[in-house]
């Protein structure tokens, strides 16, 4: 299996070496000199972070086009996700994020249409930490559905916080769905001031980063609930995932590459076979592990059907919520 990963890895490598030759002749194949990766959020957000490590080392290993990172913030990512979807198809301008764009829709929150990206490399995933108040009785994933629901006296309200159409609006709804519980929802500016209200105890549940959450194990400000993810996570060892819990709930962020609509195949696949390259290369793997990130690359056609499957997941999470508003 090694072997055909490597000899798939080359062959994309020789097609870009086709498509995207050295000298003048390259100039001639991209009206840009490099290909732009739109990052829809400030500077400094863990996306951001992500893709500014992966264009350095890509550009550090000769890979050709080059790439360089824009953030175009605005509208919680909308701003440039659009500013991509209406742009030229020529291999010029991407969107480096994860698939908030479908979030948003199901939400009612953008036009985008569903079909203005075209995947080109789903490159990284990130399981998610979901932590709750310190000033709250709850201490596993079980006390959730207590807390909210108590055998005898007045149901506490379960405050989360997440704005509709954002991931952890909807990964806080997948899992309490799960357990048979309808929070109420907060939205906060930033993440800091999110973190703020979990520790002041006035919000009850939150998805929170991994500087967040180290910090919070060494000060006690809020308390650590679980991992997203299938397996425990090195980066901190004793927490435990929701599925141990007994909540089958398991989600990563995906992160990767989207060009515009009708972007021509040979130039998404040629730069598929770069990240590719890249991410099989166990300095770039170990950069990403420290971030409590593995490197997950999928191609064009993969990226796209695991997509496709997730859209149809976050329906079912959708139709849901809106049930429970009628």
């Known amino acids: 299996m090694m072997k055909a990963a490597m000899l ?30 739109v990052v829809p959020w400030n500077p400094g957000g863990a996306t951001d972070v ?28 909308l701003v440039g996700a659009r500013l991509v979807a209406e742009a030229s198809p020529d ?28 995947p080109v490399a789903r490159v990284a995933s990130t399981p998610l930490l979901i932590a709750v108040s310190a000033k709250s009785a709850i201490r596993s994933a079980g006390d959730l559905a207590a807390f909210a629901k108590p055998a005898d006296g007045p149901a506490s309200p379960l405050i989360a916080a997440g704005h509709p159409g954002s991931v952890d609006y909807f990964a806080l709804q997948a899992l309490t769905q799960m357990i048979g519980v309808t929070p109420e929802f907060r939205s906060y500016q930033s993440p800091r001031r999110m973190v703020r209200a979990l520790i002041d105890g006035d919000i009850t549940l939150a998805e929170v980063g991994p500087g967040a959450g180290a910090a919070a194990r060494t000060s006690g400000s809020f308390r650590l609930l679980g991992v997203t993810s299938a397996q425990p996570v090195d980066e901190f060892p004793g927490l435990p995932t929701f599925r141990s819990q007994g909540i089958d ?76 508003k009628r």
Request: overall charge positive.
């Open 91 to 118: 291999g010029c301008l991407m969107l480096a994020a994860h698939d908030f764009v479908t979030l948003e829709r199901l939400a009612g929150n953008t036009d985008i249409p569903a079909d203005a990206f075209t």
């Open 8 to 37: 798939a890895v080359a062959g994309l490598a020789a097609l870009t070496a086709m498509i995207f030759p050295t000298g003048p002749a390259q100039a001639q194949l991209l009206p840009c000199k490099a290909i732009t990766l």
């Open 249 to 324: 709930f398991v989600y990563e962020l995906e992160r990767g590459i989207f060009a515009p609509k009708g972007t021509p195949a040979p130039v998404v696949e040629a730069i598929a076979g770069n990240i590719a390259d890249l991410l099989n290369r166990p300095a770039m793997q170990a950069i990403l592990k420290e971030k409590m990130t593995r490197a997950t690359y999928l191609g064009p056609a993969e990226f796209a059907d695991r997509l496709a499957r997730a859209v149809e997941a976050w329906k079912s999470v959708s139709d849901r919520i809106n049930a429970g």
């Open 50 to 77: 992500l893709f500014r490590i992966l264009t350095e080392r890509y550009n550090l290993a000769g890979h050709l086009p080059a790439l360089k990172v824009r953030n175009v913030a605005g509208e919680r990512g």
